[in-house]
């Protein structure tokens, strides 16, 4: 069974970009490759539900690369339960009903080619307790 960080971690990879905890550092010139995936991590204690921040980072002149994965990522949360398994529970990852799924979000950056989606899910957690 996978602690918290290894869980979530390992489903954000899945969707064949590499994905970062958002509160990695990254030295200057060791900073990742577009197009890339952060995500809040939920690895404090949940005893109830909560929503997490999930960006999706392109370097693009065009949105259709991003919102095509973002649709994606929705479509997969919408067909599967997504739960993950983790020491002494489980997480489950869903699609809020109260916030938009997924939005354009300003990157911070004066390079107008950098883009970020911004993605809100809910995490409920569920323990063996």
């Not at 960080?5 to 970062?20: H, I, K």
Request: charged share 20%.
């Amino acid at each position: 069974m996978a602690d918290k960080w290894q869980a979530q971690d390992a489903f954000w990879n899945s969707f064949g970009m590499l994905a970062f905890d958002d509160q990695m550092v990254f030295t200057e010139g060791n900073e990742p490759q577009y197009p890339y995936i952060t995500y809040e991590s939920f690895g404090g204690v949940m005893d109830q539900g909560t929503t997490l921040s999930v960006n999706l980072w392109y370097e693009s002149t065009a949105m259709n690369a991003m919102k095509q994965k973002a649709d994606e990522i929705l479509q997969y949360m919408k067909t599967h339960k997504t739960i993950l398994a983790i020491d002494g529970g489980y997480v489950w990852l869903k699609v809020s009903e109260t916030v938009p799924f997924a939005r354009p979000f300003p990157t911070g950056s004066d390079d107008k080619n950098k883009k970020r989606i911004l993605i809100q899910v809910e995490a409920e957690c569920l323990t063996n307790a």
